[in-house]
């Protein structure tokens, strides 16, 4: 029973601090990410923030832009965009994203885990410190720790509100009194608790397991994808090093310093694993073993399996997935920027009004009742007139609205009225324009009913 229990209960992964010129890139890569982290809820282009996902108002801000759920369309574009690049990233450099741009990656090895480092020192004094007695040492330590690590936690949560909600928003709840934005408030202790627990207890079960996107690496490489990897062929066989060789040794001195750094805590030569996040880190720390023996450096690396099967450092053959996905790439960027350049300002819900039919007037025309629902997406108060886009029909409002505000909506009821001579058909397609300054900036299609000129009646 025990021994079962002792199976399946999880080994802590203490990684040794890494070092060398892979682990320097990726701090630049990692501190420059963090930078932008924490800048971009507070760039606003415009009165908008650069970036800002309010799930709760229904309102989105990209790049200044404000969009709505009308804009459904363009947001499914962008995140296939984004799915696209990322798959196309992974099937040229494997899971790269992972280990150096996912702001779970970010955080945990460039702020969490040096202060782990700093308090409680190198991989073999923590598994000292947390497999030893219970000193006041100790408790202190993992107070200090776990301290800093919820307080980071709730800076992190109110950073991601921001995004969602905004910097202006979040600052209410921050300064006025908890009563008055309880929800917000909740909110920021519920988050706190949930990146308290991915950064100090779950780590990297996250990318081993709870990131859907690790699972799908297996099916986005292929024999050309360069990813971490281990030059087998000749670091095999593994062995000490001797004074006098009695057989042949491949390179690879099996110290397992590529197993200590690893946050993932897997073995790089056990092959192309789904746990690796290509961190790089255990390129440094075997780079740093060869340098001291004198042999070259490379014997992890930026490897393709064809490769490493073939010993040619370059691939000959073009890879066909690859010119897919940038083609698909390209098709859906084009697209995309098309519908952003041909997006209208104002966004319009033109309806029939509900049981109503057509009128038919003394002065021998036909009117039909309409509801107009308008809304400001360019963060700019609007004037505009409504007409219809044939010079004989006429627009007759009810409720006179002739200007949107910033950020605003209107309801707007009108009369479409056409002389009965006009009238050729029962139901006659018409579109309605908003002209704003001179320019038509939206046009909205609805149909007309009436009776039919010359129509004969039955007794």
Known sequence: MDAAANTTKRSWIYAKMPAGIWYK????????????FILIPFIKIGQYPLLMLNVVSRKFAVFGMLFYPQDLYLFVFGMLIAMIGIVFITAKFGRVWCGWACPQTVFMELIFRRIEYWIEGDWTQQRKLNEGPDTDERAWKKFFKHSIFLLISFLISNLF???????????????EPIAAHTVGFVSLLVFTAVFYSVFAHLREIVCIT??????????????????????????????????????????????????????????????????????TACIDACDAVMDKLQKPIGLIGFYSANELETGVRTEKKSNRRLWAYAAVLVVLTSVFAALMINRSPIDGRL???????????????VSNLYTLELTNKSGNAIPFTLRSEDEKMKVQVINHIDMLASDGTAMMSFFLISPKANIKTY?????????????????MKTTFVAPIANAVTKQ
């Open 427 to 443: 139901k006659t397609d018409v579109k309605l324009q908003l002209v704003s300054n001179g320019e038509v900036v939206k046009t």
């Open 161 to 175: 509100l921001a995004y969602v909600i905004g910097v202006d928003e979040l600052w209410q709840i921050i300064s």
């Open 210 to 279: 709870i990131c859907p996107y690790g699972r799908l690496q297996s099916v986005l490489v292929d024999d050309s994808t360069k990813t971490v990897a281990y030059d087998y062929q000749r670091g095999e066989p593994r062995g000490k090093v001797r004074k006098v060789a009695t057989e042949a040794k491949g390179d690879c001195l099996d110290c397992k310093l590529c197993v200590h750094v690893c946050p993932t805590g897997i073995d790089i030569r056990n092959g192309l694993q789904l746990e690796c996040v290509n961190c």
């Open 25 to 36: 890139r990726r701090q630049w890569v990692g501190y420059g990410l963090l930078a932008l």
């Open 351 to 365: 309806l029939r009004a509900k049981g109503s039919s057509y009128q038919k007037r003394e002065d021998n025309t």
